[in-house]
């Protein structure tokens, strides 16, 4: 795709370190190099800000990813393109069918309305909940890894979305300051809305959750 676009030896191409890494990879196996900004802390998304001024006189692209469901700002970023003359580029996530994706966004809207001491997804516009990720507040990683260590010794499935942000991976490792990625990366615990949940299942998450959630303080 970007060697297809022009994009080569001696380009930069401004990519989230929040995600997977095989962006990185496909801009390296290009030739070009990855400049990594921040993201928007609700979306999970690259900020339009970042990006701007992520920009050198060797970018030559931009690549979005859309996150858990939650699209880019691509309006935003394609604003940011045209003043810089940049290619922006898009990485999609799997498409649901209609049903699923409602059905997700009403168990999404029960955990809105009841979980307690930890931080529930912004919705916005156009969510459609591949995975509901919330934030665990307390000092960081430590307490997110407690609380998903306790969870799943209740039965409840959830995940850690992205383990190592890919600015810290050895191969792609930059001196880079992303406040936003490392607190997400820090933070996040994504837990489950699957269309094939009851609601039992759903109420025995949130009293999972709640009982926890209790005993951790924010730190602000």
Do not use: W
Request: hydrophobic residues 40%; neutral net charge.
């Amino acid at each position: 795709m970007l060697r297809a676009a022009g994009v080569g030896v001696g380009d930069e191409v401004v990519v989230p370190a929040f995600g997977n890494v095989e962006v990185a990879e496909a801009v390296a196996l290009a030739g070009a190099t990855p400049v990594f900004a921040d993201i928007d802390p609700v979306t999970y998304c690259l900020d339009v800000c970042a990006v701007e001024a992520a920009v050198t006189r060797r970018t030559a692209a931009v690549v979005a990813v859309h996150r858990f469901g939650r699209p880019a700002d691509i309006a935003g970023l394609h604003e940011v393109g045209q003043r810089h003359g940049l290619l922006v580029l898009e990485q999609g996530e799997s498409e649901a069918p209609y049903d699923e994706i409602a059905q997700r966004r009403q168990r999404a809207a029960y955990l809105d309305a009841k979980l307690r001491g930890v931080r529930t997804p912004d919705g916005g516009d156009g969510h459609t909940y591949q995975q509901y990720v919330v934030r665990v507040p307390g000092n960081g990683r430590p307490d997110r890894d407690a609380f998903a260590r306790a969870l799943l010794a209740r039965g409840i499935e959830c995940r850690v979305p992205v383990k190592t942000p890919v600015h810290r991976l050895p191969e792609f490792r930059r001196c880079v300051s992303l406040p936003q990625t490392e607190r997400a990366a820090d933070e996040t615990l994504s837990l489950p809305v699957d269309a094939s949940l009851t609601k039992r299942d759903m109420q025995r998450i949130v009293s999972a959750c709640n009982a926890l959630g209790g005993l951790l303080q924010p730190a602000f």
